[in-house]
T-cell receptor, first 113, second 114 residues
């Protein structure tokens, strides 16, 4: 089983649609979670951290379900500019010393007019 | 402008050749990382460094080498021992390696074999 798993997509949605991605992780001790966005042939950029109580940033909402070991990203009112690959990222341990980030392979979103 | 600069953007390697990818940051971050990204796969960690003059192997270090002589710089050498070097190489940095460990990336170098 992969440490971080995502549906590769693509998710093809019209502008204005609401779309949700899920990501599952295998290490129950994981403490930090993130969503990164990666445009085609570009570097990943931090979209948002994911907090235990869930958090929102404009049209984006991230949620964490520790019991089922998954995180989700909801995008409301999709824009053409949201087209990208969304990477789920997990920090398996929270302690002193090096904390390795585990990257999912990404979910591709294509928003069309 | 603060950030992470990778060069070159594109690089071609001949058979048996060593090539070096540059990564410089002016964010005053302690930790730096090198990742490799292949199509349809997640980023895989090659090497990381938590502090100057110290670095550790990641998951796929074979065929690669690094140095960390200055806080700002973390060059990666792809040696001739790396038999499948074609990939997108990403350098990242973070203020420290503990805690949330939010990492910021450079624009990447695409390496191809001639």
């Amino acid at each position: 089983r992969k440490e971080v798993e995502q549906d590769p997509g693509p998710f093809n949605v019209p502008e204005g649609a609401t779309v949700a991605f899920n990501c599952t992780y295998s290490n129950s001790a994981s403490q930090s979670f993130f969503w990164y966005r990666q445009d085609c042939r570009k570097e990943p950029k931090l979209l948002m951290s994911v907090y235990s109580s869930g958090n929102e940033d404009g049209r984006f909402t991230a949620q964490l379900n520790r019991a089922s070991q998954y995180i989700s990203l909801l995008i409301r009112d999709s824009k053409l500019s949201d087209s990208a690959t969304y990477l789920c990222v997990v920090n398996p341990m929270f302690s002193g010393g090096y904390n390795k980030l585990i990257f999912g392979a990404g979910t591709r979103l294509a928003v069309h007019p | 402008d603060g950030g992470i600069t990778q060069s070159p953007k594109y690089l071609f390697r001949k058979e048996g050749q060593n090539v070096t990818l540059s990564c410089e940051q002016n964010l005053n971050h302690d930790a730096m990382y090198w990742y490799r990204q292949d199509p349809g796969q997640g980023l895989r960690l090659i090497y990381y460094s938590q502090i100057v003059n110290d670095f550790q192997k990641g998951d796929i270090a074979e065929g690669y080498s690094v140095s960390r002589e200055k806080k700002e710089s973390f060059p990666l050498t792809v040696t001739s021992a790396q038999k499948n070097p074609t990939a997108f190489y990403l350098c990242a940095s973070s203020p420290r390696t503990g805690g949330k460990n939010i990492q910021y990336f450079g624009a990447g170098t695409r390496l191809s074999v001639l």
